[in-house]
């Protein structure tokens, strides 16, 4: 739209530069989503994305990426969808990190062709986590008789309402291996000969940006506003590509919502919670 509207403005009206649109993928990433915490996949950047490198008069997009990590199936799906527009539609992608690009969020960083971060972020943590919580003897204490049946002997496996078991969790190892290297091959994929020769880079760990910038895991430290113009020149505008909004102007909640009476709102509410408490434990582990 921004295009068309710009054609249809006479030469002597126009403004001067060029408009780099911005997308913000900033949060956890996972599946689902609710009103009250709205979630970072594919379903709600999606359009974002499409409408960012549909702008034909800008060289760039340029990705504001903020997230902790989450889902690794969403991670990629989002990195793929961003390369595939990008080789569709001839653009480079320029991604700055803010706070942290951590884990998912980093798988996030690998879509750009140029990397940046403050000083001061947090990159990496190149790994796979799994995690939970086991109430084995909790029910007993409750009186409360558990009553499962199955048909295969591994569909209660890492039931958190029985002990855990030792081939369970090689299981759960097994999984986690197989992500893991995924990932890796992502990131040497990606970052090619730019990589520092450091074993610890693969090991979960997560660095400063300017130890980041060090390993090979980013290209530059500095502002978007301020790379941009020194790139594309100082009439550069900075144009933030928003998510679909109502009649009124109000910002649509994410996909696959519906609505509902009292008991769905409260319950919406409560699951909210659980997320919000999640998220704000896997932010803490990035001292944020």
């Not at 084995?136 to 204490?141: A, D, Q, S």
């Amino acid at each position: 739209m921004s295009d068309f509207l710009e054609r249809l403005t006479p030469k002597r009206f126009r403004k001067k530069g060029i408009v780099i649109p911005v997308v913000r993928l900033h949060g956890q990433i996972m599946s689902g989503g609710s009103r009250f915490k709205p979630a970072l996949n594919l379903a709600t950047v999606a359009p974002m994305l499409e409408k960012a490198f549909a702008r034909k008069n800008s060289p760039a997009v340029a990705l504001s990426i903020n997230s902790p990590g989450g889902s690794p199936v969403q991670s990629r799906m989002i990195f793929q969808r961003i390369r595939s527009l990008a080789e569709e539609k001839n653009k480079t992608v320029l991604v700055f990190v803010e706070d942290v690009a951590a884990s998912g969020g980093y798988m996030l960083a690998l879509a750009g062709d140029e990397i940046f971060a403050d000083p001061t972020s947090i990159v990496g943590s190149i790994g796979v986590v799994s995690g939970g919580f086991g109430f084995p003897e909790l029910l007993k204490k409750m009186g409360v008789e558990r009553r499962v049946y199955t048909a295969g002997e591994n569909k209660v496996i890492l039931d958190p309402f029985q002990p855990e078991k030792e081939g369970d969790i090689e299981y759960l190892k097994t999984l986690q291996l197989e992500i893991h290297k995924v990932f890796i091959d992502m990131v040497k994929d990606r970052r090619g000969s730019k990589l520092a020769d450091d074993a610890t880079i693969f090991s979960g760990l997560f660095w400063t940006g300017q130890r980041g910038l060090d390993l090979g895991l980013i290209d530059g430290l500095g502002d978007m506003r301020v790379e941009l113009k020194r790139r594309y020149g100082a009439d550069t505008r900075l144009e933030l590509v928003s998510g679909a909004r109502d009649f009124f102007g109000r910002r649509m909640p994410g996909v696959g919502l519906s609505a509902g009476g009292g008991e769905q709102i409260a319950a919406a509410a409560l699951s909210g919670l659980a997320e919000t408490i999640e998220e704000k434990a896997m932010w803490g582990r990035y001292g944020l």
